[in-house]
């Protein structure tokens, strides 16, 4: 699903118009964007938790040359599904 199946489905859900779903679903990501990018954990009971993780620096490899290189420590977003969520996509 892309995201202009997920903006019909919103709007067939909900009665919304196409252009008021994207409106809302703009407004839910940007909202979990934002609270990510200030460190924030943003948790949908059932669904899931949006976070982030910090990564340490570390060394790595090149592949092609097979060269060590560095990796800097870094912020990245996760998500961890939720028991609902994990239910529903095991009995599917």
């Not at 919103?10 to 964007?33: K, R």
Request: aromatic share 4%.
């Amino acid at each position: 699903m892309n995201r202009t199946e997920l903006r019909e489905a919103i709007a067939t859900e909900t009665g919304l118009s196409g252009a008021q779903a994207d409106q809302a679903l703009t407004a839910v990501l940007d909202a979990i964007t934002g609270a990510l990018a200030k460190g924030d954990k943003v948790t949908l009971p059932g669904f899931g938790t949006f976070e982030t993780r910090e990564r340490s620096a570390r060394q790595g490899r090149n592949p092609q040359t097979g060269e060590a290189i560095d990796i800097a420590a870094s912020t990245a977003p996760a998500f961890k599904a939720g028991s609902a969520l994990k239910k529903a996509v095991s009995s599917s």
